[in-house]
């Protein structure tokens, strides 16, 4: 008869079930509801519970938008996080705590793309973590304090710290990990006192740029509040359902483009909630704050796909129909300023609009967040390993090369998720399945030892591992970028 593993946490007792061999354990809570007179404050501890709770079902869905939304589910308890463990309760091993992405408006832990069965079976404690997205997490209101999406993902730590070592994890072998909107979730836990002694490494897969000034992140909630016929405070939107106030992000995400002459580079994202600079949760860019001494470094491996732009050229059917307009519109509002433009066009001579278009796009939201990123870290003592992904999804004829989200199912080895066989085919070629072996094995070695598998990146050779079908470790293949961006980083969305 197979026993149901048990821990013991300090809010209680939770039952687990056996899952392909390992132990796992759904829908734990770090968190109260964040509903009633909870909504939009920080994160208080969950209530602790007498008995044994079980731990069978991921937690609800978080109010999700945005096109790509979770489907919704029942129940507000939705600070919770999982863990999946091949020895709980009798080891010391390695934990990787994943924080997922979604654009900071949707996405769930209980993604089949974040199966974490593989990175479990190879040594590695794995928890995954729900926290507040959109307006719930991000929106900028008078009476509650701002970036409370990170604020969850700290109390996520927190209690890895407290609980872990039940479940058979290090809790001083800690690697916190995300992608895209996780990624820059990490990104931003760098920069935090708070949150630094709470874990030990980092992995950054394709970090997001897309930060606010408060004076534009007011203006977003103010025409969020307008949607909804309410003043933009805590107290006010308390009152509308936490769906409700989700369907109004995602409507204004669609409206974006008509704010082009107000809100400038955040009208091109598609995005309308996201993480702003507010000077007390978040002070600063987190590469600006490492380059500058502001933060210290950390052992980090970061990277991101060769082609991040054309997943959204894609999906929005854009893709091969960017004109020469086009390309003079994003470089004059996504380029570095003052001369990012005609930087590009020196850069990429010849090219056409919509390899401008690609690279202005691919360039500000995600590859030179990383690249600066990793160069900040190194700047400020950490060591920075750097990746990336040039292995191209062979789907529909390889239209979306190797684009933004094709490295995750390759990192959990979750090839065979939806997403998975929607870039890699069903079943993957083999090619897929020895990169996805490869950057499976960077992330075991990374949490467990802090080496990947290839030399750090530094100023003079910036060696940088190339992904692919025939991987190498070469000089940061995005060099024209690079000169692009070389005096002037990302910097934050701002009015116009």
């Known amino acids: 008869m197979l026993v149901q593993p048990v821990a013991h946490t300090t809010g209680g007792t939770v039952r687990g079930f056996l899952d392909r061999g390992l132990a796992a354990f759904r829908g734990i809570p770090y968190g109260r509801p ?13 209530e602790p519970w007498d008995g044994v709770r079980d731990a069978f079902e991921f937690g609800p869905v978080v109010p999700q938008s945005g096109p790509l939304q979770a ?5 507000t308890d939705w600070l919770t996080l999982n863990v999946h463990t091949p020895a709980p309760g009798s080891a010391a091993l390695p934990v990787l705590v994943w924080l997922h992405g979604g654009g900071f408006i949707s996405g769930t832990a209980g993604d089949p793309l974040y199966d974490p069965t593989e990175l479990a079976r190879a040594g590695l404690v794995v928890v995954t973590v729900n926290y507040r997205v959109g307006a719930e997490g991000f929106a900028l209101l008078d009476g509650a304090p701002a970036n409370r999406a990170f604020l969850d993902q700290i109390a996520a730590l927190e209690w890895v710290r407290a609980d ?3 479940f058979g994890g290090d809790p001083d072998r800690v690697t916190v990990a995300g992608q895209s909107a996780g990624a820059s979730s990490v990104a931003a836990l760098l920069t935090m006192p708070r949150a630094r002694g709470l874990f030990r490494r980092a992995i950054t897969h394709s970090v997001g740029g897309n930060l606010a000034t408060p004076a534009l992140a007011a203006e977003v909630t103010a025409a969020l509040a307008q949607r909804l016929g309410t003043a933009p405070t805590a107290a006010a939107l308390a009152g509308t359902d936490p769906w409700q106030l989700a369907a109004a992000v995602t409507e204004l995400g669609a409206a974006l483009p008509g704010h082009l002459d107000r809100w400038g580079r955040l009208a091109h994202t598609g995005v309308a909630t996201v993480p702003v600079v507010d000077g007390e949760v978040l002070t600063e860019e987190p590469w600006t704050a490492l380059a500058a001494g502001r933060a210290d470094g950390i052992e980090l491996l970061v990277g991101h796909t060769r082609d991040e732009f054309r997943l959204f050229a894609v999906l ?13 519109t994003a470089l004059a ?14 850069a990429f001579p010849g090219a056409s609009p919509e390899a401008l278009v690609e690279a202005a796009f691919s360039d500000s939201l995600f590859r030179m967040p990383s690249l600066h990123l990793a160069e900040g870290n190194t700047a400020a003592g950490g060591t920075s390993h750097l990746f990336e992904l040039a292995y191209p999804a062979p789907a529909l004829g390889g239209v979306f090369g190797a684009c933004h989200g094709l490295d995750i199912p390759l990192a959990f080895g979750s090839l065979d998720s939806p997403m998975g066989r929607h870039f890699l085919g069903d079943p993957p070629a083999p090619e897929a399945v020895e990169v996805s072996r490869e950057l499976r094995r960077a992330w075991i070695g990374f949490a467990t030892t802090g080496d990947p598998g290839w030399a750090a990146h530094e100023p003079e050779q910036q060696l940088t591992r190339v992904l692919g079908t025939r991987s190498q470790t070469v ?11 070389a005096q002037s980083g990302p910097t934050r969305f701002d009015l116009v």
């Open 475 to 485: 000089r940061y293949p995005e060099q024209a970028s690079r000169g692009v961006w």
């Open 71 to 75: 489907e919704p589910t029942t129940g």
């Open 164 to 166: 872990i070592a039940a």
């Open 333 to 346: 509002q996504l380029a570095p300023r003052p001369d990012g433009p005609d930087a590009y066009r020196a």
């Open 34 to 46: 964040p509903v009633g007179p909870l909504r939009f404050a920080a994160p208080v501890p969950p």
């Open 316 to 328: 929005s059917g854009r893709h091969g129909s960017f004109t020469e307009e086009d390309a003079r």
